[in-house]
């Protein structure tokens, strides 16, 4: 069981929906990870309903017999706010407020404002916020309701509001239409950033997976970076790259990514789509799953939708299932078998690393092409990154000259083939046939 920090007092009354398609422990789980973003928002949780729903209801999406009950929970508990783990549409939230009394906040609402806690770089928050206005352009008429509550709500006051909601509305396109803007510029800086790494020829990883799953746990260990840990959802908003050097020699360029969760709200996948781009351009996966979750497999199944929904399909993935030193015994030979090429490590103990340095080796020696290079002049750094790359089979050393039989990544050999080209390079490659 996991356990929290409790950071501020507020309190929610959480709630989730059960209809005939969900069994009674798939609900739990939902409502446990609608905990958990709570408590990573900052609330704890005052009380927790599992509601049954046949069909959505347009009122308050539950019936009306629920809400009324669930409005005199949320005042018996003196919860602070009522949160549903399902969306609302804006004149459910309005009325189901009307009903309880208090702020009532939906899932995407909740992710929102965690993304907006935790966005430390001016791309992230520059996408947060326009994750925000997007969520609440529809919603401007409940802010001025409540505005207008707070400020006693006088009769003849109602005209006001209506032009006071079309001005904000124009303000609000407005915000949003200047946000993409300098989005796009932020953007095309981070683009000019990623060619010069290009230029390195190092093949690159992207560590992907559900929130929570220990991605920056396991960047961190396989490299020098100091990045957030944390048992918290989505304590990784920005990616971070840095070089993995494997025992052979090795190297690849690993890049820590935001998690992905149920339901992640569709406007902030947009707004987080350039963040993810690291994730497009990568040459190979890692897909990270925490073991020890129940819900394991839906955790799976999220992140391939959400890959796909970036357009990242068919990239050769690596599924490696963390946490084992937590798991049951039957539990990992259970996912071997449905699983059969997947890894088993914990980050904690450092079980299962050596087996994930040679899956790593065998994804980028996919890449590589065996040649023959013959140099006169200007070994040196041509060899010493061979080695670093690529695998050398074999260096011969004449009188004149040096022969390396190796196998090389893509873009080391187009470094090499544009330096062929140059007046006296001293350089003569050949491609020759054969598996890496
Ligand atoms: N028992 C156990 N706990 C682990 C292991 N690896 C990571 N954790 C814990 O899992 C929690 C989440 O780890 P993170 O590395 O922050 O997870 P993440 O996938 O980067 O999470 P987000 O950035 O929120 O998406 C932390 O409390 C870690 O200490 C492991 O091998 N075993
Ligand atoms: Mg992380």
Known sequence: MIEYEQQKEESALLITLRNRELSDREARDHLEELEGLCTTLGFTSAGEFIVPVREPQPKYLIGSGWAEELAVQAEALEADYVVFDDDLSPSQQRNLEKLCKKPVIDRHQVIIEIFAQRANTREARLQVELARLIYSLPRLRRMWTHLSRQRGGAKGTRGEGETQLEVDRRLVEARIAR?????????????????????????????????????????????????????????????????????????????????????????????????????????????????????????????????????????????????????????????????????????????????????????????????????????????????????????????????VTAFLPPRLLSMIQSKEKEADSGIHLELLDGEP
């Open 179 to 403: 946000l993409k803007d300098e989005l796009s510029q932020v953007q095309s800086q981070r683009s000019t950033l990623r060619k010069q790494r290009e230029s390195i020829p190092v093949p690159t990883a992207a560590i992907v997976g559900y929130t929570n799953a220990g991605k920056s746990s396991l960047h961190k260990a396989l490299t020098d970076s100091q990045i957030l840990v944390e048992d918290k959802l989505f304590a990784t908003l920005d990616p971070t790259t840095r070089r993995y050097h494997m025992p052979s020699g090795m190297e690849v360029l690993l890049t820590d990514t935001v998690g992905f969760i149920r339901k992640l709200p569709h406007d902030l996948v947009d707004a987080f789509k350039s963040t993810l781009e690291e994730t497009v351009l990568a040459h190979f996966l890692l897909h990270i799953v925490d073991i020890t979750n129940p819900d394991l497999h839906q955790h799976i199944a999220t992140t391939r939708a959400v890959l796909e929904e970036i357009g990242v399909e068919d990239k050769p993935e690596i599924l490696v299932f963390n946490k084992c030193d937590a798991a049951r015994g039957d539990q990992k030979s259970f996912m071997r078998q449905r699983y059969p090429d997947a890894l088993f490590i914990s980050v904690k103990n450092g079980e299962g690393f050596d087996e994930l340095a040679q899956a790593v080796e065998h994804q980028i020696s996919k890449t590589l092409q065996k040649v023959r290079l013959t140099m006169t002049h200007n070994k040196g750094d041509i060899i010493s990154l061979a080695h670093r790359e690529g695998r050398v089979i074999e260096t011969e050393y004449g009188d004149q000259d040096v022969v």
